[in-house]
């Protein structure tokens, strides 16, 4: 193989790598869309960014931002991150009652957060 289809092959497996993130983006986007209609939610929009030190974030506006390495987390972990960041477009911080909601929502949800943490590196 010349060095020009080998470049060529590395630009299409490298495209065919981003349209299948997109494609789990989009299932995930829906996803969120689905927990925030089953739990009464409001939210602006979703977003995927490369982080390095958390699962998601909620802005002040309700953009809901989610990790792209969330797409490698198994659905209840994945599920967990989602409705933790939809919490936070009515309750901006950790407080207590942040935590009792979470739990009404997810049985020990404390705990599985922790369990998240601990078992996937991000």
């Keep these: 193989i010349n060095y020009e289809s080998r470049a060529a092959s590395q ?7 981003a349209v299948l993130s997109a494609k789990k983006e989009r299932k995930i986007s829906e996803r969120v869309d ?3 209609k089953k739990f009464d939610f409001q939210y602006n929009s979703v ?4 982080m390095t030190s ?7 506006e309700n953009t809901i931002c989610l ?26 911080n950790h407080g207590s009652s942040f ?5 009404r929502m997810i049985p020990n949800a ?3 957060h922790r369990e998240i943490n601990k078992k996937y590196i991000i």
């Design 67 to 92: 990790n792209k390495k969330l797409t490698l987390l198994p659905d209840r972990f994945r599920d967990c991150i989602i409705l933790h960041e939809l919490l936070h477009t009515k309750i901006k």
């Design 11 to 17: 630009r299409v497996k490298s495209l065919e790598k």
């Design 110 to 112: 404390k705990q599985l």
């Design 99 to 103: 935590w009792s909601e979470f739990d």
């Design 34 to 36: 689905q927990l925030a």
């Design 47 to 50: 977003i995927f960014k490369d």
């Design 54 to 60: 958390r699962w998601g974030s909620c802005s002040y």
